[in-house]
């Protein structure tokens, strides 16, 4: 109906945190924690994640490397070539199996040889500098600007340092949902929440128009 007053920001921000509150890292079933593991499993996802590929696809993927066994930079580059193109394409991620399998191998040698396969070595070298960390996270093949966008977007929560953090798809969510964009009246609206998990619905609505309906409609009738 037109002429319908707008909710509030801060309704619209409970709204969609309730309805698609929850971390791609979650979704990919990464229990995250400042340990090696989870965040070389945060790092894979990222890499899937930046492609032009659905991120329901790139989600399976990333469960099935995991099923597989390769959750930790070794354990990835002992998998074989093809092993990891098999993982791959029973995620149903087709369209760039061949080449990422070859930047998985390549990425994860790169991570053993840099940081000794800790992440957190990388932290220690940006020392508080969110952009030292992203340029260090592009040093891995395959991590090109979107997916150091989203590996700190995912673990802002875990590395405070880092965030708040939204990046240029959340901040397409805010837009669509008739949010503020502006960092600070759009950290006001979402007061309370978790920076990660509020950002990755923010990206959700972004890529669902359904979201952006059942968000706006949920919050008029709270």
């Known amino acids: 109906m037109t002429g319908r007053k707008p909710p509030p920001a801060r309704r619209i921000a409970d709204a969609l945190v309730e309805e698609c509150g929850r971390t791609y890292a979650e979704e990919a079933g990464i229990r995250l924690k400042d340990t090696p593991q989870p965040l070389y499993q945060l790092l894979v996802l990222s890499l899937l994640l930046s492609a032009r590929i659905r991120a329901s696809v790139a989600v399976a993927a990333a469960r099935a490397l995991f099923g597989h066994g390769m959750r930790t930079p070794r354990t990835m580059v002992d998998a074989t070539w093809q092993q990891r193109v098999d993982a791959l394409g029973e995620g149903h991620y087709r369209r760039y199996d061949e080449r990422t399998a070859t930047q998985l191998g390549e990425g994860a040698q790169l991570v053993l040889d840099t940081w000794r396969g800790d992440l957190r070595r990388l932290r220690e070298e940006a020392d508080g500098d969110r952009d030292r960390l992203m340029e260090g996270l592009r040093r891995v093949p395959g991590i090109g600007p979107a997916g150091a966008d989203i ?39 979402a007061r309370g929440h978790d920076d990660a998990r509020f950002a990755a619905a923010l990206v959700r609505a972004a890529l669902d128009k359904d979201i952006v309906d059942a968000v706006t409609e949920a919050a008029r009738a709270g």
Do not use: D, H, I
């Open 151 to 189: 590996f700190v977007r995912e673990v802002q929560s875990l590395w405070p340092e880092t965030g708040p953090w939204l990046g240029a798809k959340a901040l397409q969510g805010a837009e669509r949902l008739g949010l503020p964009t502006s960092p600070g009246k759009l950290a006001q609206a």
